[in-house]
């Protein structure tokens, strides 16, 4: 729980020890790590340098729809999906090579996100294997899956969807996702970005755009499928 919801302690090892007394009372607690501190420090230094950046590039963003959108953007434009046999599931790893997996997308959007002031958090699924984010949008929690926007076709990289964006329970759950939760026990039951066709389909207000979208004039300019702007 601690590594899924803080996404500085990616040095820390999943296995640890502890002391305790003859009531079962924990004494002590003894970690394991990933890294020499030598190389928790240099790691760190790389990442604030990262962040300090990231946060300059996104001083315009006020509010926290438009920067969970720069987010998304910035994570499917700038990093790929680990290839088999190279996973990587922390951020410093993520940052390190362009590469990871849907852990390490989501670590980084809690990372990016309480850089620039949006609550964002993980949400996990045993059954599907997979991970991604809960966002906090003018007081209500929606889903944010940047993995599964991203194109399958490596020739394509900037060609990713806006899909799963900013969706309410209903929505994923029309989508095939389950059995999901995460350690806050958020609900996504606004349906604050989904519109309902004349036969009854739910559909996402973003799902038609294609590619980064651009902040210009105050508002936000993006292609849909059909290359419109």
Avoid at 183 to 200: A, P, T
Wanted: charged residues 25%.
């Amino acid at each position: 729980e601690l590594k899924e919801s803080y996404p500085g302690l990616y040095y820390v090892d999943h296995s640890y020890g502890f002391t305790y007394d003859e009531n079962g009372r924990i004494l002590s607690f003894f970690p394991s790590y990933l890294m020499t501190e030598n190389e928790v420090w240099h790691s760190r230094e790389q990442i604030g340098k990262t962040l300090k950046s990231f946060k300059e590039q996104t001083d315009f963003l006020r509010s926290d729809g438009d920067k969970a959108l720069y987010i998304h953007d910035f994570l499917a434009r700038n990093f790929i999906y680990s290839p088999s046999g190279e996973e990587n599931y922390d951020v410093y790893s993520l940052l390190k090579t362009g590469h990871g997996v849907c852990q390490a997308f989501s670590l980084l959007f809690i990372l990016l996100g309480h850089t620039i002031g949006l609550e964002a958090d993980m949400v996990t699924s045993d059954v599907m294997d997979h991970a991604w984010n809960h966002v906090k949008i003018d007081g209500y929690y929606y889903h944010v899956d940047v993995t599964r926007d991203l194109s399958s076709d490596s020739k394509e990289k900037y060609k990713f969807s806006h899909d799963r964006f900013l969706l309410c329970d209903e929505a994923l759950k029309l989508k095939g996702y389950e059995e999901y939760g995460c350690h806050h026990q958020h609900r996504c039951f606004q349906m604050g970005f989904e519109v309902i066709s004349e036969d009854g389909i739910m559909d996402n207000i973003f799902s038609n755009i294609i590619g980064s979208s651009l902040f210009s004039d105050e508002r936000w300019l993006a292609l849909d499928d059909h290359g419109t702007l």
